[in-house]
């Protein structure tokens, strides 16, 4: 079981989430083992179960580094991807995200893993509908001509990157792996790391209570716990008929 960018919001409660089940044997991406700072944050946050986790180093734009993590894995979960809105270009989300993922399931063919769930997002669904749907299906995307402003191009990043997952996977054909995609709402609740991390939500919820939000505070935004974030990514890999 490989699982990218375990030193994330999402990616901590994930990996201890299937800590917790025996019959998994825990491989996490960091984007430098070697970093004494980042490793003492992970040790604090897992404690014992720290020394469980075999680390490799796993690049979001080198294929090599790509490959060479998820190398023996039947299952693969990937989660790292960039995520902040303080971006100056659309090509700085854009990139890692969508060349992260397809160098990810590229990784997963070559070495045969059984099934990749992917860690997409809500804003992958459901920005820029005109008219919104009364549901929102497998078949809903967001529109990428609506997405080309530069605040949200978090927003074009999941999206071209999602699509570029299924796009992939079904031009492998019979030969595919199976695939699922997780699109959560704004992700909130503690986080795994000791002393509270910096990640997405936590900055936005932290700023929207000292009213540094603007109008941006007063825009409807759903949202999700990240214990069921994680149980989602766990149940995707459990189920059987999650698959594709």
């Known amino acids: 079981m490989v699982i990218t960018g375990i030193s994330g919001f999402v990616g901590g409660h994930v990996v201890s989430l299937f800590l917790k089940d025996e019959q998994y044997k825990v491989i996490g991406t960091v984007r430098d083992k070697d970093n004494e700072a980042k490793m003492a944050e992970l040790k604090a946050a897992f404690g014992a179960d720290f020394d469980r986790i075999e680390l490799r180093n796993a690049d979001l734009l080198d294929d090599q580094s790509m490959e060479r993590a998820i190398e023996g894995a039947t299952y693969l979960i990937h989660i790292a991807s960039p995520c902040y809105y303080t971006n100056k270009t659309q090509e700085e989300l854009v990139k890692p995200a969508v060349d992260g993922t397809l160098s990810a399931l590229k990784a997963a063919h070559k070495h045969g893993v059984k099934r990749v769930v992917i860690t997409s997002s809500l804003s992958a669904v459901s920005v820029g509908n005109d008219p919104i749907p009364e549901y929102f299906t497998e078949e809903s995307w967001s529109p990428v001509d609506k997405l080309q402003d530069v605040a949200i191009a978090y927003s074009l990043s999941k999206t071209l990157s999602e699509k570029a997952a299924w796009d992939y996977q079904t031009s492998l054909g019979e030969q595919a792996f199976e695939l699922i ?39 409807i935004r759903p949202l999700v716990e990240v214990s069921n974030v994680a149980l989602a990514h766990y149940n995707a890999i459990k189920i059987p008929e999650a698959r594709n």
Do not use: Q, R, Y
Not at 184 to 200: D, E, K, R
């Open 181 to 219: 995609s997780i699109c959560p709402a704004l992700v909130v609740g503690p986080s795994f790391v000791v002393g509270g991390g910096n990640f997405h939500s936590g900055n936005f919820l932290t700023k929207l209570m000292k009213g540094e939000m603007g109008k941006t505070g007063g825009l």
